[in-house]
């Protein structure tokens, strides 16, 4: 296997370009160079049709989308009936009906201010971001929560589906965003006492499960907050995966702090600012661009693990789903739910990292001379 | 630091900023002790006010529930202390197979995205995009659930060469049943480690002088499988294969992968290959096109040539990440509790903990061994790491 995959013979060195092959010359060069080469093209060609038959015949000829219960789905391929019975579950948990218009405005908000961040034309993306991090957050919480200036309050106990694996994933990364930063200059400080404990904080949460944490916050936290505090079970979990998110961004924006050049820190000396000037106006602007992609792929890994609340009870969107499965009207429709589930979480993530990594495309363009 | 500024008379500059300094740490020592001390005092009140105290007396208690799948005997009059022991054991357990498994398969389908041959290439690369834009906990969900609910009930197993079946109630595997008269073995394991370490070191030497190259691996390994084979013949020991046989309503003998435990593995393995297979094909990348073609040019083969010269530079590339990856590996593993496979977090930070309500004592014990596994993977993977490093004169 190794010998006819790995590239060592000059001639499979990287191809300069492809537009230059013919069509024959390219087949006879990536498809048929050969005799192992032959069968194994032709085994993953049948491979592949088979495989793409049987998704074809399951997801889309034999699939059944209109239904009321599991019997109701007797194509005998995917019953969608589940997943469209239950959209509103999906995306919404148990929030209201009437109030949903709330949970719309939330998010086209998120997708808008993300899209005009992830696009490189966007003018005053600074003040975008800023207001993102910042005032936004708090509009939103009272969008959904309500209870004031006439909204009708939803508790939080309602809230799940796809909403909430929002929530937890935006609050994650919008909250470990001022911890990391604070963490990592922490780490880089020339004061021991401080370096230490930064230090400490940070490899304490990197070194254990995201699953303990979780326990941490849920079961443990209440016995250190004051008695008789009663604490919501999503804003404890928020509280661990917030704390736990920014000991990871802190070590991302400890890399991108120890790639300012030393000059910078001199010249900014030179001109007289003090620590904090230098900080927050020369070198932190320059190490959170140069980690953009580490931090959306921090971002990424983050978004993935928000299913992990489903352990200590919340119903985020895997968890709607795999409770959907379970009642006795659709009993058996896992694979179904977790295909929706999983499409959302694809198109989300493989957007991300392509988005990061084109964003270091760029960067390395610049670098190029 | 002279300034024209300052004048005559001593630069307080220096003194200023010391104490500037001393003054923050002491305000943060401070801060952070305040809210420690916070913490403890609402802890105290809660737990008076709910008359428990601080201890690990529990853990001697007998613990009274079952188990439903470990390594080491656990019985219900058995201690939650031995509760604990069985769900690091079968934690250890799950996280072994799977690095092994997932190292094979990540270095398989890293090798393969670089394959000149186009569709295996592609392959590969659709492999690595689905799986790892997916959450874990979804493809550990998916594996319980779908695939392995879709294998055929007992009775009609899907046969092996009635050597191992698969059924929805686990997989079953050959037991090898080794037996020997085990009296003499720590002595010649013994001596086998030393023979081993004088052929390493002899065998060093002679290279560094002669810079004649000995097959020391092959010899051990020779050495070793040959006394095996020995110890065979003679009938000083014998490996037999113990068979799953379906008896009645279910399997008996052979060895037994619970559902949950081979989900897990799946799921573990599957997934965290993805990221490995980027990690292999990055560090291969990453040795210079120059240094194969300088092996070229002296006439080394294939062969050589990946085995000499790539693959010892590209691991010198690839182990620290691949060191993170199985920390991560490590830390995952406590998903297992998602569907039920009594893991550390599923036995004691769930079973026990409901039970006897110690919370701050479980959770600090879980994430304290937890901590130190993290260290030991670190700690293991950098001492390679330095054992591969380039020497230079």
Same mark, same amino acid.
């Given at each position: 296997m190794s010998q006819l995959s790995y590239?060592?013979? /000059?001639?499979?060195?990287? @191809?300069?370009?492809?537009?230059?092959?013919?069509i024959g010359a390219w087949t006879s060069r990536n498809?048929?160079?050969g005799p192992v080469h032959i069968a194994l093209t032709i085994a993953i060609a049948i491979l592949a049709f088979y495989a793409a038959k049987f998704l074809a015949d399951w997801a889309?000829?034999?699939? %059944?989308?209109?239904? =009321?219960?599991? /019997?109701?789905? %007797? =194509?005998? =391929?995917?019953?969608w009936a589940f997943v469209v019975n239950r959209f509103g579950q999906f995306v919404?948990?148990?929030?209201?009906p009437p109030q949903r218009w709330r949970v719309d405005l939330v998010m086209a908000a998120l997708a808008g201010g993300i899209a005009a961040l992830l696009?490189?034309?966007?003018? @005053?993306k600074r003040l975008i971001a800023v207001t993102m991090l910042t005032a936004s957050p708090l509009v939103d919480f009272w969008l959904l929560? =309500?209870?004031?200036?006439g909204l009708a309050p939803v508790e939080t106990d309602r809230w799940g589906g796809l909403m909430l694996t929002l929530v937890v994933g935006v609050t994650g990364v919008v909250g470990s965003f001022p911890l990391g930063i604070v963490l990592a200059l922490g780490r880089r400080s020339e004061l021991p006492a401080i370096r230490l404990m930064s230090a400490a904080f940070i490899e304490l949460w990197r070194g254990v499960p995201l699953v303990t944490v979780l326990f941490m916050a849920t079961v443990m936290l209440p016995f250190f907050l004051p008695h008789g505090v009663r604490f919501n079970e999503l804003a404890l979990a928020l509280i661990g995966i917030t704390v736990f998110a920014g000991a990871f961004l802190a070590e991302v924006i400890r890399g991108g702090l120890q790639a300012v050049p030393r000059g910078q820190y001199e010249a900014a000396s030179a001109l007289g600012l003090g620590y904090w000037q230098t900080t927050a106006m020369i070198v932190l602007p320059q190490a959170l661009e140069k980690v953009i992609p580490g931090i959306v792929n921090n971002a990424i890994a983050l978004f993935k693990d928000t299913t992990l609340v489903m352990i200590v009870g919340l119903f985020d969107i895997l968890n709607i789903a795999a409770a959907g499965a379970a009642d006795p009207l659709w009993l058996g429709s896992n694979a179904e739910g977790y295909v929706f589930v999983g499409l959302v979480f694809w198109l989300i993530c493989f957007g991300l990292s392509r988005y990061s990594q084109a964003v270091e495309r760029r960067l390395n363009a610049d670098q190029r001379r | 630091m002279t300034d024209v500024s300052a004048g005559p008379g001593r630069d307080w500059r220096p003194v200023r900023r010391l104490l500037l300094g001393l003054g923050y740490q002491a305000a943060a020592v401070a801060a952070v002790a305040a809210l420690l001390a916070y913490f403890a005092l609402n802890a105290a009140e809660n737990l008076a006010t709910r008359g428990l105290h601080l201890g690990f007396g529990f853990l001697s208690q007998e613990a009274g529930f079952r188990i439903g799948f470990s390594i080491i005997d656990f019985t219900e009059a058995d201690s939650y202390g031995r509760a604990f022991l069985v769900g690091l054991v079968n934690t250890l357990l799950a996280v072994a197979i799977s690095i092994v498994l997932a190292t094979a398969l990540g270095f398989a389908i890293g090798i393969a995205r670089l394959s000149t041959n186009w569709p295996l290439s592609r392959l590969a690369l659709g492999y690595v995009e689905l799986v790892r834009n997916l959450p874990l906990l979804l493809h550990l969900l998916f594996w319980y659930n779908v695939a392995l609910r879709a294998l055929p009930p007992v009775r009609q197993s899907l046969s092996l060469g009635g050597l191992a079946f698969l059924n929805n109630r686990g997989i079953l595997l050959p037991r090898p049943v080794l037996e020997a008269d085990l009296a003499g073995a720590p002595w010649s394991f013994l001596a086998w480690a030393a023979i081993a370490v004088f052929v390493w070191v002899w065998n060093k030497r002679r290279q560094a002088v002669t810079g004649e190259a000995f097959p020391a691996a092959m010899v051990i390994f020779l050495l070793v499988s040959g006394t095996a084979l020995l110890l065979l013949a003679s009938g000083l020991a014998s490996l037999t294969w113990e068979l799953p046989v379906l008896r009645g309503f279910d399997f008996t003998g052979g060895l037994r992968l619970t559902p949950e435990l081979a989900a897990l593995i799946f799921a573990l393995t599957v997934y965290n290959a993805s990221f490995i297979a980027e990690l292999v094909r990055g560090s291969i990348l990453a040795v210079d096109q120059g240094q194969t073609e300088a092996a070229k040019a002296l006439g080394l083969g294939r062969g050589r040539i990946l085995r000499l010269v790539v693959i010892p530079q590209a691991l010198r590339v690839l182990i620290p990440p691949l060191s993170n990856q199985y920390l991560h590996l490590l830390k995952a593993s406590s998903l297992a509790t998602a569907i039920g496979y009594p893991d550390l977090v599923n036995v004691f930070t769930g079973t026990v903990l409901n039970q006897t309500g110690r919370a701050i004592e479980i959770v600090l014990i879980t994430m304290l061994v937890y901590l130190t596994l993290s260290a030991v993977v670190a700690l293991a993977t950098n001492v390679y790491n330095r054992l591969a490093a380039i020497v230079e004169n």
């Open positions: 590239p060592v013979s /000059s001639d499979t060195t990287p @191809r300069p370009t492809t537009a230059s092959l013919s498809l048929f160079a889309f000829l034999d699939a %059944t989308w209109v239904g =009321g219960r599991r /019997s109701d789905c %007797t =194509g005998g =391929g995917a019953c919404y948990g148990f929030y209201p696009l490189p034309w966007t003018p @005053r929560r =309500g209870g004031l200036l | -």
